[in-house]
């Protein structure tokens, strides 16, 4: 199943054609609920958020594209790098578009060879919410393991990491 993911998405670091698709993705219900500031964002605020992008430098957001129709399937970042450490986050697909297993391992994998061949990293750190239990799965698969507990608005976070 791996190998054909590869045939069917590619993935490329983010442009500003994509953020409105970003945005409306990111304020679906089923989507903000895995992520800690669950706000719905306005137009308004995206956009402030991708001007601050673009001026950051230890911020990598990546777009996973189909090659059928080369549209947006959906997002994944590598983000607060400092001293050879980032965090893997904001994974979030358009599962109305793209219902094919493995494509979280397939993108969290491209990540990860892409902190270490191009960031240089050494670490990969992660929260996520403990009853995400699909994604959790998709962590341990790829090798990160627990390292800590913490509450968001009453629900339990897991924070993992990988040494890469």
């Given at each position: ?15 500003e054609s994509d ?88 993108v969290l994998n ?27 799965k998709v962590y ?25």
């Amino acid at each position: 199943m791996q190998n054909n993911i590869v045939h069917d998405v590619c993935i490329r670091e983010l442009v500003e054609s994509d953020i409105e698709f970003l945005r409306l993705l990111r304020n679906k219900e089923e989507n903000r609920k895995n992520f800690i500031y669950q706000k719905e964002i306005s137009y308004e605020e995206q956009l402030r958020w991708y001007d601050r992008y673009k001026n950051t430098s230890n911020d990598y957001m990546y777009t996973i594209i189909s090659k059928k129709d080369e549209m947006p399937l959906g997002f994944a970042a590598i983000y607060d790098v400092t001293n050879n450490i980032g965090e893997f986050g904001r994974l979030i697909v358009d599962k109305t578009r793209y219902t094919s297993p493995g494509l979280g391992k397939y993108v969290l994998n491209h990540l990860i060879d892409i902190s270490r061949e191009k960031l240089e990293l050494q670490r990969l750190k992660l929260e996520v919410f403990k009853d995400n239990i699909a994604a959790i799965k998709v962590y341990k698969f790829c090798g990160f393991h627990e390292y800590g507990e913490s509450t968001s608005n009453g629900r339990k976070i897991i924070h993992m990491e990988l040494n890469i």
